[in-house]
């Protein structure tokens, strides 16, 4: 096993990265080494369904199936290794109808189809063991010693970016929207991957693609998520228990809890949001079943206290899952690419077996008095302020925004996240994104002339809306991107992240800082790159960093 792709990383050997029996997360030897071998696989499929699309003989199921695979494998989803024999012996059915197809699409033209080396002549072993042995020549950092820590520092950045694309295209995916561009632009850079690339330089510029797919990609969620469920709209959402059976639903993906309401809308049981789930609120088509009564707990990485006291059934539907503990095993649930050996799945959204077990559990003897939190400032609630917003800008009510955007994890450094919102000046608005925000989302940060200085826009996976936000101000102030008093900061844990922070550059965005730590596949080299092409920043002091972030505009 060797896996360097998140922030929780092991950084104590000489070559940073988790090896031995597991890593950080939990992640087993064997369940890191079939991941790796199903994205081998998966390169497989992408090197002929590219040659097919290129034809017009598109497969979209199997580009749906790559996404899906692909999500499996990010950090804290999948644990369960039986699962990753099942999509590995699946990746390669996949792959022979796609080859197949893709040779008769060639004739039908008069072409001789192609045979590509490399994984797409990758054959599944018999047993596991023997997909274990084969594992072990695609890892991730494979061909080190022949081509340098640059080469596959730059690698693994593409992969881990074109992990958290598959992620976001996955979600939208579910509520049926996909395209051609997004489809094809995986497979495309899959396919890519699958060659062994060495050129430092058309690395870097392929990176930025990424980001720019991952635009269309973000885009294209945003749409899935406002056209089911309506545009989000600021709401204030309990955070106190209400008597009832209950259920908390975690993760990012809304047509789970979408479908979940509508599953137990008769069924006398309460629901609630955990982690991700919060802005969920936001969306009025979600807000209208009264059964959604709040919201429980924090960051994900608090989990194993808060699922221990929560007096129903837990439903995961994406990352970010930990070790469940005994106290709770028995009535966690994962569901879409989640897993962990032992725990019950829902494969084919009947959520019948939690709502069973709701019924079965005891739920809140009493309810609580009311607390509540906002959420729900997504762009069109944002830019419906626009007018109020500029002019607070040019009386000088409103002097800077923060965006702090991104993820909370158990690695030391957090805190950094908190102290730089407490730390921010009280002209100034904070824009939030993802789950490190629940640090400090129950602090009054108070309102300005009216507009309350702490907009949360949603999850990670929002933050198209953000960068929405920040297009309109530049376009409100007749300036560029970089001349708005905007500082960005991001706080990454997992690919999507790093989906995200590809996609800023790609998009212009300069000087934003990123922490706790960098990513450990970033060699210096590749970093001083970053920062001479970029001028990106690590994160220091939060409180030099506010004053910095202040003086420079
Ligand atoms: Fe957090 Fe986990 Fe949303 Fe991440 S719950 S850490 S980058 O998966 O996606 O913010
Ligand atoms: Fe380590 Fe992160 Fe990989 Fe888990 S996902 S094995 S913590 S690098």
Sequence with gaps: ???????????????????????????????????????????????????????????????????????????????SQTRFVGLLREAAAVRDRVRDAYGEAARARGLTPEEPDGPAAWQPAPDTDGLLRQAADVRVDAGLALVGPD??????LHLYTLKGICAYAHHAHVLGRHSAEVFGGVESALAYLATEPVDVEELLERALDLGRLNFAVMELLDAANTGTYGAQQPAAVRTTPVEGKAILVSGHDMRDLGDLLEQTKDAGVNVYTHGEMLPAHGYPLLRRYPHLVGNYGGAWQDQQQEFARFPG???????????????????????????????????????????????????????????????????????????????????????????????DGPTPGRSYYTEFALGAPPDSVILTLGCAKYRFNRHDFGEIDGIPRLLDVGQCNDAYSAIRIAMALAEAFDCGINDLPLTLVISWTEQKAVAVLLTLLALGFRGIHLGPTLPVYLTPDLVREFVDRFGLRTINDPVADVAAALREV
């Excluded at 090197?47 to 692909?70: E, H, N, T, W």
């Design 313 to 407: 059934p837990i439903l995961m539907t994406s990352n970010c899952i930990i070790e469940p503990h005994a106290s709770y095993r028995r009535r966690i649930f994962t569901t879409g690419p989640v897993g962990w050996p032992g725990v019950r799945h829902v494969a084919n959204g009947d959520f019948a077996p939690v709502v069973r077990a709701a019924r079965a559990l005891p739920g809140y003897r009493e309810t609580e008095p009311e607390e509540t939190i906002m959420v729900g400032f997504g762009r069109d609630a944002v830019l419906s302020l626009s007018d109020r917003v500029t002019d607070a800008v040019k009386r000088g009510s409103i002097r800077h925004f923060f965006l702090i955007s991104g993820c």
């Design 1 to 79: 096993m060797f896996c360097f792709q998140c922030e929780q990383t092991d950084r104590t050997g000489a070559v940073p990265g988790c090896g031995g029996p597991v890593g950080n997360c939990g992640k087993d030897a064997p369940t890191s080494d079939l991941q790796d071998l199903l994205v081998h696989a998966v390169k497989g499929i992408a090197q002929y369904a590219a040659r097919a699309r290129a034809l017009a003989a598109p497969d979209d199921d199997a580009a749906g199936f790559i996404l899906f695979s692909v999500f499996n494998t990010l950090t804290n989803v999948n644990f």
């Design 151 to 156: 080469v596959v520092g730059l690698r693994s």
